[in-house]
């Protein structure tokens, strides 16, 4: 077990896919790291490094084929499927390139949703919504639907989506990959803002300025780490 | 800005709370009515079998229902404790009754009249005879009635039926002995003849023969339709004289109570059965007819006919439940994405599994609703073109309720397949997937 400070640790991840005919595609081939509590880290890779395998990972959405993986003190390497889903529930805010906000329903109820899946009351559930939006500063537009919404509005929506069951981590994929250059860096200081308070970041993304936020950059290619630096703080 | 506060290790309960798993369906029932408003026109095709097969168990179930509480008010009450010996049984099938028709000779005057002097204990026993109201007609100054149901009565018969008197009086011992030239009549006579004039002591003419009245009658109402107050009652002895030397009777016998009813039946049974030498093995050639043999064989009937009907509902039921099922994996595979972001939120199988199945219970439920209302439609339609007096076919609850539950279950079973598939999807893929 890592020591308490450690929020991630990974130990010699393997991730392999059997294509038949006795074909194995390694797509992480023993990865290991760990990220502190409250650090701000970039992992960044070109396309087909295996990046995106090690996020799916991280966020708890697959399970690796060898290695072990804590998350905030528990090993999760090896939970089943409702159990990985109760640690992304508790543990992981995702940040999806491309939002993944439900469409038919309102900001507020987007924001809910984490918390509907961890039995919350409705009257603590919409006060808590209401409240991550506020920290997003889009308190005047819960009742609005995606569709009603600019993309950064989207994206912002996202990260109180992500923010509002307290997690351990939040996990962005390429958070301004589908935004204009502008409304990427709004969403960039957002992300530099929680992590001042306090929240440990892990953004994924192949672009080197949106990296540079970040104050660690992991950079993976061919399913290993090829170098880990540690940006000082400007 | 507020501040954005980083919770320290939390607690690690394996379980949620249990009002977990409440929240999740309230959830599904928001996310099931919100796809219903999106699409409209493909949930009502979707439900179309559910709501046909939904209307027509509710529309027979209310139907035999009217119908039963129909039989029990005006058919099969013939007084109390009365039992009415006939040529034939008068519930059966149309085989039986003609056969019967056929080989039962009419119950004639002196059965009657054996009958009346060999039974041990009865309260009563009266005769009838009637026209069947066949080419039969009454006039009074320039007013016709026709199509009258001209009955010949013993005396004893107003204590026996139902006909009340309204005013005036019924036949009385000296009418029946003296074959008097009197008679009872019905309320749609008076209606017709003597709006605002006393009935009595009027002369009136049944099939051109002049009858004084004597009494009235209490308005009875209608059987499925036909009135029962078109009636001319005249001393049986009259009737003989005029319309039929030997008349085919309807003898009425009353028991003291339905304990002894059952004694007298058995009596009268083996009276007249030895009285037309009928063999040990044979059957009765005449009928022995109550009402609460009356009742068993309607619900015979009744009980086939909802036989039939099950089997037809239950074919809409699964055809509709297969177009449901069918609906559920098309909208499996429209919300893949949608999935996927919900397992990326947390929501285990069992909630996928929960929404999907939910959804289609309820869409199955609504279309059930649909049925329960279109059945109430039906039945209004049927109240209104055959009128207030058929069947009184009030939709009994117990039909509603059948109705929303048996639709309910259909979804709920219909969905189960479809909502594992949606359960099953790996979320990494679920989110790959655009639309």
């Known amino acids: 077990m890592p020591p ?128 991550a939006l506020r920290k997003v500063d889009l308190a005047d537009r819960m009742h ?41 860096e709004d969403i960039m200081e957002l992300f530099a803002r929680l992590h001042e308070v306090g929240n440990t970041i892990l953004l994924v993304t192949h672009e080197h300025d949106i990296a540079a936020h970040a104050h660690r950059i992991i950079h993976v290619r061919d399913g290993r780490i090829e170098r880990d630096e540690r940006i000082s703080d400007e | 800005m507020a501040s954005i506060s980083q919770t320290a290790a939390l607690p690690h309960p394996r379980s949620r709370a249990g009002s977990g798993a409440w929240l999740t369906i309230r959830e599904a029932f928001w996310i099931a009515l919100e796809a219903l408003r999106a699409h409209k026109l493909r949930s009502f095709l979707t439900l179309l079998g559910v709501v046909i097969a939904t209307t027509t168990l509710i529309v027979v179930m209310s139907l035999i229902n009217g119908m039963n509480l129909y039989i029990a008010d005006h058919i099969a009450n013939l007084g109390a404790n009365v039992f009415v010996v006939h040529q034939f049984q008068w519930a059966q099938s149309f085989e039986d009754y003609l056969k019967a028709r056929r080989r039962n000779k009419p119950i004639r005057i002196e059965e009657f009249e054996y009958l009346r002097d060999n039974l041990k204990d009865y309260r009563n026993i009266g005769a009838q005879a009637d026209t069947q109201n066949i080419d039969s007609s009454a006039r009074y100054q320039d007013h016709s009635v026709f199509d009258v149901d001209i009955v010949g009565a013993t005396p004893n018969m107003i204590d026996i039926g139902e006909e009340k008197v309204a005013s005036g009086r019924y036949i009385t011992d000296p009418d029946y002995q003296h074959e008097s030239m009197v008679c009872f009549i019905g309320q749609d006579l008076v209606d017709a003849f003597f709006p605002s004039v006393d009935p009595l002591d009027k002369e009136i003419l049944v099939n051109g023969i002049p009858f004084r009245v004597v009494g009235v009658a209490e308005k009875i109402g209608t059987t499925f339709g036909a009135s029962q107050d078109n009636f001319v009652e005249i001393p049986l002895t009259t009737y003989r004289k005029f319309f039929s030397a030997r008349p085919s009777l309807l003898v009425n016998v009353q028991a003291w109570d339905a304990e002894q009813m059952i004694m007298l039946e058995d009596e009268t049974r083996a009276l007249l059965r030895a009285r037309r030498h009928v063999p040990y093995r044979e059957d009765d050639n005449f009928g022995i007819n109550a009402s609460d ?143």
């Open chain 2, 293 to 435: 043999t009356l009742m068993e064989t309607w619900h015979q009937i009744t009980g086939a006919v909802f036989g039939v009907t099950i089997g037809i509902v239950a074919v809409f039921m699964v055809v509709g439940g297969i177009v449901i099922m069918n609906i559920m994996l098309a909208s499996v595979t429209e919300r893949t994405h949608e999935i996927g972001i919900r397992k990326s939120l947390g929501a285990r199988r069992r909630d996928i599994l929960a929404q999907f199945v939910i959804e289609s219970s309820v869409l199955a439920g609504v279309g059930g609703g649909l049925g329960v209302l279109l059945a109430l439609m039906v039945s209004q339609a049927v109240n209104l073109i055959v009128g207030p007096g058929f069947f009184n076919s009030s939709i009994p609850v117990s039909a509603v309720l059948v109705g929303l539950v048996l639709s309910t279950s259909v979804g709920l079973f219909f969905g189960i397949y479809p909502a594992s598939q949606a359960a099953k999807l790996d979320p990494i893929e679920a989110l790959r997937t655009e639309n």
């Open chain 1, 144 to 184: 609005h639907k995606p569709n009603e919404l600019s993309g950064g509005q989207r994206q912002r929506v996202a990260i109180a989506r992500a923010l509002v069951n307290n997690p351990s981590i939040i996990l962005a994929d390429e958070p301004t990959g589908n935004l204009d250059s502008a409304t990427g």
């Open chain 1, 4 to 131: 308490a400070g450690v929020i991630i640790k990974a130990d010699d991840l393997w991730k392999t896919y059997d294509m038949g005919a006795a074909i194995q595609v390694h797509a992480l081939s023993g990865v290991s790291f760990s990220v502190d509590r409250g650090e701000y880290v970039a992992i960044m890779g070109p396309s087909g490094s295996g990046k995106s395998t090690l996020m799916n990972l991280i966020g708890c959405l697959d399970s690796p084929t060898r290695g072990t993986y804590w998350l905030n003190g528990q090993m999760v390497s090896e939970l089943s499927d409702d159990e990985l889903a109760y640690i992304r529930n508790k543990e992981i805010g995702f940040v999806f390139q491309t939002f993944n906000l439900l469409s038919r329903a309102s900001a507020l109820h987007n924001v809910e949703l984490p918390l509907i899946y961890s039995g919350m009351p409705a009257k603590e559930r919409l006060e808590r919504a209401g409240e």
